[in-house]
Structure formats: structure tokens, C-alpha cells
């Protein structure tokens, strides 16, 4: 196994570096990069790309000022303030040359500065961790800890009422985007038009420093319950149902007919023989599960809950052209991804122990 994981740990660097390739190559075709953003917000024009809408009055004049200059909007500024602007940018130089800076400052984590917070990546990457963690973290453990259960509980009982009426919830609460979902909760439980029983926005209070340890508690969970709730409805309905699925599947084995020839209970026969078996499609899918909850469904729901992490943050950044957090969250994101795919095949190993990947791959 050692042999196997040191294997896929060595994959994970040519992965980055082709899934930075891929990103970079795009970046160099995208209109509005950093210099422009840096000369609209120098004089004042706010989004850069209006200029590239088509509807500017005067166009010959425009295509005269653009024989002096590439960028667009740059009338009135001496060329040589463009050229410090690209220096300070990075832009002086080939983009071969960048890119291979980029992935060697990459492979020691030094991220550099953004390009426009004058803050640097892992210091802004690290503030907003602990809103995409307790999003991340919460959702995916509430949706295991509910689902599996919940799931095994419908395979034993297929076809009867509970099933019924418990698979018309979880098939409702597929088909509810979790944004909609949190916006419910907002109108019904967040002083909307009903209740006002949890706060509105933030993921702790303005007074949060002042509270004790048991006061600072409550005020973190009563902040993150919506936010958690919203993220984990789309979860919840797809792991519980891969549970039932998978249990399903086992229990119509020919071995656990021969188990129950044998003597055994139905609970022996249910957690002793089917549950290590139809746990492993279940384990497969955690890395889908927490890296789509951890960041895929972070944006929308760190924009409704008014919550600042990494979601936004890398929204954001993309929007206005700031590379080096655009590409700093995509290498930490695709690290992580990656890291979460090797521990999956490690449970893989602790559930069933007869799995061996090294003989399989010979």
C-alpha cells in the first residue's frame, strides 16, 4: 500500500502543473487583464470593460490612441507608466518565462502578493478559511451522519410507508437548488416576513471577542446553522439514496442468505457482514461530496448568508484579474482535491482490508 500511495502522491504534481497550464493558457486570451483593471481604476472608469462593448463614440480617435497603446483606455497616461505597470505586474516578461516562475514559486507555497489588497495570498487564503471550513466541514458531517443511517434504514425497510413518505422528502429536497433553499430560510427564519430566530448575516457577532467560551459557542452555531442547512439539502438526498442503493445491493447477496442460514441476527448480519461491503460506493463518493460542498456550492451560499470566504474570495479575484490569488486558489483547491482522493482510497483499505491497490494495478 505504501508503494501505492507514494505513487499517487508523485502523480499530484504533474496533475497541478497541467491544470495550472490549462488555466494560464486561457488567461493569456481573456480581454481586461490586470494592467487594464489598473488603468480604469487610475482614471476612475470603474469596469474596465465597457471598452470593449463597441459602442464608444469616436472610434477613429480610439483607434488612433491604440497605434501608441495596447491596452485600451490608456489615453492620457506616458507610456512610461505603462511600462512600470506591466513590470509591477509580471507582464514585462514572456509568458513562458511567467508561467514557469509561477509553478516554481508554486512548488515552495510562496503564493506572492495580490495584485491589488496589497495583502499576500496565504495570509488573505487563511482569513477566509474558517468560513469555507465550517461550511465544508459541518455540511459534509451532518450529511453523512443523517444519510447513512437514514439510508440503511430504507434499504431494511423498502417498500414500506416509511420509505415512501421519506423518499417524497428527499426526492423534494434534490430537486430544491440550495440557493433557493436559503433563501427560504432567510424569508422564514431570518426576520424576513415570519421569525427571526437566527442573525441575517456574518458567521459570528460584532461582539463576538467580549463573549465567553460557552457564549462564543452558541454565537458561532446560531451564525452557521442556515448556512450549513442551505449547503447540505443537495448532500443529503443523493448520499441517503446511494446508501439505500448500495444496501440494496448487498442484501440480495448470496452471503448473507448463507448468514442468516447460519444463525444470525438480523442486526449481526446487517453491520457484521453487508455494512463493510455496501459502505464502499459510499466512501467513494466523499471526495465528490466534500469538495463539492467545501467550494462548488461555497459562492452562492457565502453571497446569500453576506459571508466572506474563500468562495467569494476567488469570485471575486476572477472578476477583477487578480492572477495570483486566481491561480493561488486553484492550486490550494486542486491540492486538496487531490489529497482527498488518496485519503478516500485509504478508507477504501480500513473498511475492507482484502482491497489491495498494489495487486490490482499489477
Known amino acids: 500500500m505504501s508503494a501505492y ?35 480604469a481604476r487610475i482614471q476612475g472608469g470603474g469596469d474596465v470593460f465597457g471598452g470593449f462593448s463597441g459602442g464608444v463614440e469616436g472610434a477613429s480617435d480610439l483607434q488612433e490612441t491604440d497605434t501608441q497603446s495596447e491596452y485600451v483606455g490608456a489615453r492620457g497616461l506616458p507610456p512610461e ?19 514557469l516562475n509561477m509553478v516554481w514559486d508554486y512548488l515552495r507555497f510562496d503564493f506572492g502578493e495580490s495584485y491589488f489588497r496589497s495583502i499576500g495570498v496565504i495570509d488573505l487564503v487563511l482569513e477566509k478559511m474558517p468560513v469555507s471550513i465550517s461550511l465544508g466541514l459541518w455540511s459534509t458531517v451532518i450529511a453523512y ?31 430544491i437548488p440550495g440557493f433557493l433553499f436559503g433563501i427560504l430560510l432567510l424569508v422564514v427564519f431570518a426576520g ?60 440480495k447477496k448470496q452471503y448473507v442468505m448463507t448468514a442468516r442460514a447460519k444463525g444470525l441476527t438480523e442486526r449481526g448480519v446487517l453491520y457484521g457482514h453487508v455494512f463493510r461491503n455496501a459502505m464502499l460506493i459510499v466512501i ?31 469570485f471575486e479575484a476572477a472578476v477583477a484579474r487578480d492572477y495570483p490569488i486566481v491561480f493561488g486558489t486553484l492550486y490550494i483547491f486542486g491540492l486538496i482535491g487531490l489529497l482527498v482522493g488518496i485519503l478516500s482510497d485509504l478508507m477504501y483499505v480500513i473498511v475492507d482490508p482484502r482491497i489491495d491497490f498494489e495487486k490490482r494495478e499489477g
Open 5 to 39: 500511495i507514494l505513487r499517487r502522491l508523485l502523480l499530484v504534481i504533474p496533475t497541478l502543473f497541467g491544470i495550472l497550464l490549462v488555466n494560464f493558457t486561457l488567461t493569456q486570451f481573456v480581454p481586461g487583464g490586470p494592467v487594464e483593471q489598473a488603468i
Open 284 to 314: 467513494a463518493g466523499f471526495p465528490a461530496v466534500f469538495i463539492g460542498v467545501f467550494f462548488s456550492g461555497s459562492l452562492i451560499i457565502e453571497t446569500i448568508f453576506s459571508l466572506d470566504g474563500l468562495g467569494r474570495l476567488a
Open 81 to 99: 507608466f505603462i511600462e512600470e505597470l506591466e513590470k509591477e505586474f509580471g507582464f514585462d516578461k514572456p509568458p513562458v518565462q511567467r508561467f
Open 145 to 175: 451522519a443523517i444519510s447513512i443511517p437514514l439510508g440503511i434504514r430504507k434499504a431494511v425497510k423498502d417498500g414500506t410507508r416509511f420509505d415512501t413518505w421519506t423518499s417524497g422528502v428527499i426526492i423534494a429536497g434534490y430537486a
Open 192 to 251: 424576513g416576513s415570519y421569525f427571526q430566530w437566527f442573525p441575517l448575516r456574518g458567521l459570528t457577532s460584532d461582539n463576538f471577542e467580549d463573549l465567553s467560551l460557552w457564549g462564543k459557542v452558541v454565537d458561532y452555531f446560531w451564525h452557521i446553522t442556515l448556512p450549513v442547512i442551505a449547503s447540505t439539502i443537495g448532500a443529503f438526498a443523493t448520499l441517503t439514496l446511494l446508501t439505500k442503493n448500495s444496501f440494496l445491493d448487498e442484501i
